[in-house]
């Protein structure tokens, strides 16, 4: 008899093997969740370790996954060294202003901010607020557009051309216009923010907006007749039947599209950095491209998998929010 392992996580299996229930399939669910990921891992590493040293670019010999350790390491430690730089500029303008305030009470503070240069750490900080504004904003015109498009056929087949005409426009396309416009509405002496970010976050919005309005158009559209019938004869009116009867039934497709645009959003974000120079990652690795030294390649390196962590983080965050406030527990980790 052959024994068929169920298609759980890591956590649920732990969960089951505390409480003692079948032990052995656990253990072997345990095992295929957490050791074959890791064979998975273990082998990239040794196929990357042993093809890097044959390659040699202009730069000098592609880095391997010691070398990309190393730098790292190096470029953590200069984010702690600029921080205690930082710490130590406003120390010395703390016993400055309160020397001043001795001398004469009626003195103001005037506040100094340290000019120092932007670490990896920071930019990775940079890229991670931009992509989130830019996907907010992509959410809150998405999901009410998609609602009110699902909510009529006519308005579906009216809206459908547009979509299908946007959604494959490249973000190096947008970047251009994007640009010419920010730079001709956003003109002021005192800005909030600055004119790459708004570049780089409306970039991202318009690239990652399709995936959740396709996705919670189709997802509306799709709501059962028998649900439909019953707010027909309960006479709900239009609100009352978008969040009782529509949304509930809508949500693990808009969260499908909410997924999807975030992994957009974080892709088109490192392009649109490298073009408007919003100082994230994707200004961090075309810097150091443009810079040529024989580290380059290893911090090359290390952004490409700090990026792709991230990523990873991101969706699964997003699918964890999903099977916090969905009804459909279907969605695992995986």
Not at 136 to 146: E, H, K, Q, Y
Not at 272 to 296: I, T, Y
Request: with cysteine; proline share 5%; net charge positive.
């Amino acid at each position: 008899m052959r024994l068929t392992l169920p298609n759980l996580t890591w956590a649920e299996s732990l969960r089951s093997l505390t409480r003692g229930e079948l032990p052995v399939v656990q253990w072997q669910a345990l095992a295929r969740a957490i050791l074959l990921p890791l064979i998975g891992l273990a082998a990239f590493l040794f196929v990357w370790a042993q093809t890097a040293p044959l390659i040699n670019t202009s730069l000098g010999q592609f880095p391997g996954p010691a070398q990309v350790y190393a730098q790292a390491g190096n470029l953590w430690a200069e984010h702690r060294a600029e921080q205690a730089r930082a710490a130590e500029f406003y120390e010395r303008v703390e016993q400055m202003n309160a020397q001043r305030l001795a001398q004469d009470p009626n003195y103001v503070p005037r506040e100094r901010r340290f000019s120092g240069r932007t670490t990896f750490i920071d930019q990775v900080k940079t890229s991670l607020q931009t992509v989130l504004a830019g996907f907010i904003v992509a959410s809150v015109i998405a999901i009410p557009l998609g609602i009110v498009i699902g909510l009529s056929n006519s308005l579906y087949a009216a809206a459908n051309p547009v979509i299908q005409l946007l959604k494959p426009i490249s973000p190096l396309a947008w970047l251009p216009l994007v640009t010419l416009v920010v730079s001709a509405l956003y003109v002021t002496d005192n800005p909030a923010f600055s004119r790459s970010f708004l570049v780089s976050v409306f970039t991202v919005t318009l690239c990652s907006l399709w995936p959740t309005l396709i996705n919670t158009a189709v997802g509306v559209a799709n709501t059962s007749r028998d649900l439909l019938n019953v707010s027909r004869v309960l006479r709900l009116s239009w609100w009352t039947h978008v969040r009782r009867i529509v949304l509930p039934g809508a949500v693990p497709m808009i969260f499908t599209g909410l997924r999807l645009s975030l992994g957009i959003a974080w892709m088109v974000l490192i392009a649109a950095e490298m073009l408007s120079q919003n100082p994230g990652l994707g200004k961090f690795v075309w810097d150091e491209f443009q810079n040529g030294s024989s580290a380059s390649l290893s911090r090359i390196m290390v952004a490409v998998i700090v990026i792709g962590m991230i990523g990873f983080l991101l969706d699964r965050s997003m699918l964890l929010l999903q099977r916090l406030v969905s009804w459909d527990k279907a969605a695992v980790l995986r």
